[in-house]
């Protein structure tokens, strides 16, 4: 199973870049094979200048085309997802997220936007096509707190229930959701049935 992981900060000290990390250590207990991305590595330019065959964001297609799921975290901005995260979204084509299942997750200062993953950042990787998108995950600022120097980050229990739970729903849809056929491959199933119609 592979996974790619997006994430949305601008910031390099970033909670929903914790939660990210988190997921992705969990996630490679269990067996997965996880490739990360944070939307600060690609270049300014190709996303502002909205550079479709920029070689950094090619590469993430590529990726996400190999994977099985999404994982995608975002800061809250202005009650919305980062602008950051949505200039790199716009450059995907519209089926990039065919066949895939997404788990959203989004860290904000107060529960008053605990709904942005909902009406802001669902919307949108439904346009991309997602195939399932899964419940996502709503952290806030209290409930993951920076370790001193090098100390690991520490997420309040009852998130990290939470997250367990649904990094464990997000495998079981990976594992049940209906490969596509590889055209070539239909094909050779069709003349090798010897049907005639
Ligand atoms: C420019 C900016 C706008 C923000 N707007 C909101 C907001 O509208 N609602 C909210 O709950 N938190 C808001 N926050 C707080 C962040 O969502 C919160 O601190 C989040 O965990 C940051 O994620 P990060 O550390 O991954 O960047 C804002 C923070 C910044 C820097």
């Known amino acids: 199973m592979l996974v790619v992981s997006l994430g949305g900060s601008p910031s390099l000290r970033s909670r929903s870049g914790v939660l990210l990390e988190r997921s992705q250590r969990w996630l490679q207990q269990q067996g997965v094979e996880v490739v990360s991305y944070q939307v600060r590595d690609f270049p300014a330019e190709d996303l502002l200048h909205a550079r479709f065959d920029s070689p950094k964001v090619l590469d993430l297609l590529q990726q996400i085309e190999n994977a099985d799921g999404l994982l995608i975290a975002t800061p809250v901005y202005k009650a919305s997802f980062s602008g950051a995260l949505k200039t790199l979204l716009d450059l995907l084509p519209e089926r990039a997220l065919n066949h895939k299942i997404v788990l ?22 439904s346009a991309l096509k997602a195939q399932e998108m899964l419940q996502g995950i709503f952290a806030e ?24 739970e649904a990094l464990d729903q997000f495998i079981g849809a990976m594992a049940r959701r209906p490969k596509p056929l590889e055209p070539g491959l239909l094909n050779e199933r069709l003349l090798s049935a010897r049907w005639s119609i």
């Open 104 to 125: 959203p997750m989004a860290t904000g200062g107060s529960i008053a936007h605990m709904l942005v993953v909902d009406y802001a950042l669902k919307p949108v990787l």
């Open 141 to 164: 600022d209290s409930q993951i707190a920076y370790g001193e120097g090098s100390a690991a980050a520490q997420l309040a229990p009852a998130l990290e229930q939470r997250l367990h």
